[in-house]
């Protein structure tokens, strides 16, 4: 597919956003394990922490994805209604991811679930999966997550009686954790999607994720759940590659909507320690600012 020199420039910076993500650890998330390996206790999960922060560091300096499971592509596209390219970009996206798929290299991770065939190429079957949300503007923004299988594997949704409220809601939180044990690759980053519709629940749980692990909810009463589900889930001793410790979650975000009388929808999406997203802003020039993973020295 040939494209123009514009469509062309936006597609290598996809490319660079999609390699940078793939191969650094955002800094937030190193100084969050250095933060847990100075409050751990036990060895093994000492012996963990460190061989993960290793692991982060010999990846960016070497240029090396960080982990083998380089997950299924998902873009969310915030697109400004003045950008310059807007038909064509589902085929640049796509391109993008099968180049990035060549040259980073990627782990093909796009499987039929029928035949059981994978495409070889991160293509296919309605992947990279794409969303867009319009705005005003000449920009766009661009939300990046590979998703690995251990953190979607224990992805769930959860639906309580409302008569439960805020105690229901955390018992399910916990019987997640519980449940999933070490198979998202803990610590983990736990996105919480809160009321509105099955997919809404879904999707804005995946939205907390591309939160720094550091910042605070400005909704003091979500800020509140946050602390407390972050401790409750730290004290489950499932630990650092799930061997024991007091660090079994990094940090707990969460997104809410409105719900429905009737229902009170709980969507819960774990990522694993590496906590990859990538974030950038596009301009209509085709050049890129990156905002997160920052990178670290």
């Not at 909810?217 to 409750?232: C, K, Y």
């Not at 009170?264 to 999406?269: A, K, M, Y």
Request: aromatic share 6%.
């Amino acid at each position: 597919m040939r494209f123009s020199p514009l469509e062309e420039k936006v597609l290598n910076s996809l490319v660079s956003l999609i390699k940078l993500t793939e191969t650094v650890v955002s800094y937030d998330v190193i100084r969050a394990l250095k933060m847990a390996l100075e409050k751990e206790k036990d060895e093994t999960a000492k012996s963990q922490l460190r061989a993960m922060i290793k692991n982060a560091e010999v990846a960016n300096f070497q240029t090396l994805p960080i982990c083998q499971d380089t997950g299924l592509l998902t873009f969310h596209i915030k697109l400004g209604e003045d950008f310059p390219i807007k038909a064509r970009l589902n085929d640049i996206i796509v391109e993008a991811s099968k180049k990035a798929t060549e040259i980073v290299p990627l782990r093909p991770n796009a499987v039929d679930p029928i035949t059981g065939k994978n495409t070889g190429n991160n293509i296919g079957g309605r992947i990279p999966w794409i969303t867009y949300e319009l705005t005003e503007g000449d920009k766009m923004e661009v939300f990046f997550l590979p998703k690995g299988g251990g953190s979607s594997y224990v992805v769930s949704l959860t639906s309580i009686p409302p008569s439960q409220g805020l105690k229901g809601f955390k018992r399910s939180i916990i019987e997640a954790v519980v449940k999933a044990g070490p198979k998202p690759c803990p610590p983990v980053t736990l996105g919480i999607g809160l009321g509105g519709t099955e997919d809404m629940a879904i999707k804005l749980g995946a939205k907390a994720l591309f939160r720094k692990l550091d910042d605070k909810n400005p909704d003091p009463a979500l800020a509140q759940l946050e602390s407390e589900l972050l401790e409750m889930i730290n004290s489950l001793g499932i630990g650092p590659a799930g061997l024991g410790g007091n660090t079994t979650a990094l940090a707990v975000k969460i997104e809410k909507a409105s719900r429905h009388p009737a229902t009170f929808l709980i969507g819960i999406v774990f990522q694993c320690w590496t906590n990859r997203r990538g974030h950038a802003i596009i301009y209509e020039n085709g050049e890129m600012d990156v905002i997160l993973p920052e990178v670290w020295a």
